[in-house]
């Protein structure tokens, strides 16, 4: 995790030209400004459009580019920590309440970071006790793409019981830390993605400046761009397959025997750790594997809502809670 003087760094291509100002979904209802010298809004507008920004008290001015892109770095150094009103006004106004001046964190990473609050522990205590209106987080959306945006969706949310949960734990409790030693605002600004590499995180011009990872790198991007036909082709083929070697799945015909809370367990296998597990049907080495857990919830859990994490379901899976299906994947 990395301070940053700039809320997000994003790197722009070039847009439609827009007839009214528009700003980046960062800077928006509850944001956190950083508490610096230069501390950047930007956003967009018809070319040699005036664009005034005025918050607190002060104002300033700017003019869009050829391009229609604006932006101005504003003096926050000697700033309160509000809230504020932050307006914009060009040709149209756009008015953005509940702002506040502080410190701005970045927090990037894969899983790690990633995990919610509501999957840590003591996370129903801490959820509950969480409401903190100086403390604020804004989910970058995950987004594939293989040239930079110049945009992203999310939203800040101000930490409360509402709201907790889905903050990055690890992003919360930093946060929770330094807004209490400071005693200043902290705005945390999520953008991770559990399981990525950091060549994804590079841009095309770095990765080809390996020629090994160029290599890579064009062909990864082969498969994305062709991937959706890729996929279903694949799905369609293998399900012939299936029906053609006799590989069909076939259910048994009572669900209940395996799946029901009170189904006899007399001749199942315990595991003792998880990993890989075969199943056998008759010495053909195929058939379905049935896994099943019992979960003992404290007495002053009953009738209160909890968190199961269940992983990834990636293959051929059926999930069943108390013998009902929750999900399933074909």
């Not at 761009?225 to 799945?249: C, I, M, S, Y």
Request: with cysteine; charged share 20%.
């Amino acid at each position: 995790m990395r301070k940053i003087i700039l809320l997000l760094s994003l790197i722009a291509c070039a847009g439609a030209l827009r007839a009214d100002v528009k700003l980046p979904a960062i800077i928006s209802a509850d944001m956190v400004l950083a508490k610096t010298a230069k501390t950047p809004v930007w956003g967009w507008a018809d070319p040699g459009e005036a664009v005034t920004i005025t918050l607190g008290g002060k104002t300033a001015r700017v003019t869009a580019g050829a391009d229609g892109r604006w932006r101005i770095e504003l003096d926050l150094s000697a700033s309160g920590q509000g809230p504020f009103e932050l307006v914009v006004q060009g040709k149209n106004r756009i008015a953005i309440p509940n702002v506040v001046v502080g410190e701005v964190w970045l927090a990037s990473g894969q899983s790690n970071m990633e995990w919610g609050m509501h999957s840590t522990t003591g996370a129903q205590e801490e959820i509950a006790a969480s409401a903190n209106p100086l403390l604020r987080h804004f989910q970058v959306k995950r987004a594939l793409s293989m040239e930079p945006l110049e945009d992203c969706a999310g939203s800040w949310r101000i930490a409360g019981p509402q709201t907790t949960a889905g903050f990055s734990g690890v992003a919360y409790y930093f946060g929770k830390k330094i807004q209490t030693t400071l005693g200043a605002p902290v705005g945390l600004i999520n953008a991770s993605w559990g399981g990525t590499p950091i060549e994804g995180w590079i841009s095309k011009d770095g990765i080809d400046s390996v020629p090994e990872l160029k290599v890579t790198r064009e062909r990864l991007w082969d498969e994305f761009n062709h991937q959706p036909a890729r996929r279903d082709q694949w799905a369609v083929n293998f399900k012939a397959w299936l029906k053609q070697t006799g590989r069909e799945d076939r259910p048994p015909a009572d669900v209940a025997a395996y799946a029901a809370p009170e189904a006899s367990l007399a001749d199942w296998t315990p595991l003792t750790k998880l990993g890989v597990h075969r199943a056998t049907n008759e010495g053909s080495g195929m058939g379905a594997v049935w896994v099943r857990r019992t979960i003992d919830l404290p007495a002053d859990r009953a009738g209160k809502s909890f968190w199961i994490e269940l992983g990834s379901i990636t293959g051929f899976e059926s999930v069943y809670w108390n013998g009902e299906l929750v999900t399933q994947v074909t």
